[in-house]
């Protein structure tokens, strides 16, 4: 499957943890996008990427969430001090500034926090 | 920032008849308008897409229409069948540019026998 990766897909943990999620995207996008979707909503934008530059990042963000991409192929997103309200699901996309603005999701990683 | 309303949130047809899904979006900047349909626990994949130079588009059973003047933009599907069940939501740009999508709070289509 050459399609967007993401790991693990399932995380439960308890309050107060840090957990990290990682994305893979397609090998030839240079964009890739974190999005939190929750129950009955649509998805939620978080942050960014084109290449290893992270372009933006949501207001409605804390700063307990951080994302990575290093070397501008995988990212890593991470929760730091996890609360009952971060439990969602996080998906990544990515796409490409020459594509007509397409995005291909990743089958998410839903995360529990008891 | 853009706002963008869905509705109706849920919607239930009969086989064969057809289905509309309306949203309407606030920032007159905003040029592309793709639908995402969302099977259960399935990732969001994109449908069909429409930009604001044409006012239509149509791909098989799927038809998408634009009205700029309005800030409105629907999606219909004719000869519904029980494979069109799953949510599908509408998105338009964030500051105007394609790369960053608000999304709808989405439809869940259900089509009965």
């Known amino acids: 499957d050459t399609g967007v990766s993401q790991d693990p897909r399932h995380k439960i943990t308890k309050r107060g943890q840090n957990v990290t999620f990682r994305c893979d995207p397609i090998s030839e996008h240079n964009r890739l996008y974190w999005y939190r979707q929750t129950l009955g909503q649509g998805p939620e934008f978080l942050t960014y990427f084109q290449n290893e530059a992270q372009l933006e990042k949501s207001r409605l963000l804390s700063d307990r969430f951080s994302a990575e991409r290093p070397k501008g192929s995988f990212s890593t997103l991470e929760i730091q001090r996890t609360e009952q309200g971060d439990s969602a699901m996080y998906l990544c996309a990515s796409g490409t500034t020459a594509n007509t603005g397409e995005l291909f999701f990743g089958e998410g990683s839903r995360l529990t926090v008891l | 920032g853009e706002n963008v309303e869905q509705h109706p949130s849920t919607l239930s047809v009969q086989e064969g008849d057809s289905a509309v899904i309306k949203c309407t979006y606030s920032?007159?900047?905003?040029?592309?308008f793709p639908w995402y349909k969302q099977e259960l626990g399935k990732r969001p994949q994109l449908i069909i897409d429409?930009?604001?130079?044409?006012g239509e588009k149509k791909d098989q059973r799927i038809a998408v229409t634009l009205n700029k003047t309005a800030k409105h933009f629907s999606l219909h599907i004719t000869e519904t069948q029980p494979e069109d069940s799953a949510v599908y939501f509408c998105?338009?740009?964030?500051?105007?540019?394609?790369?960053?999508?608000?999304f709808g709070t989405g439809t869940r289509l259900q089509v009965t026998l």
């Open positions: 998105a338009a740009p964030r500051g105007g540019t394609a790369s960053k999508l608000t």
């Open positions: 920032d007159s900047a905003s040029n592309y």
């Open positions: 429409i930009r604001s130079n044409v």
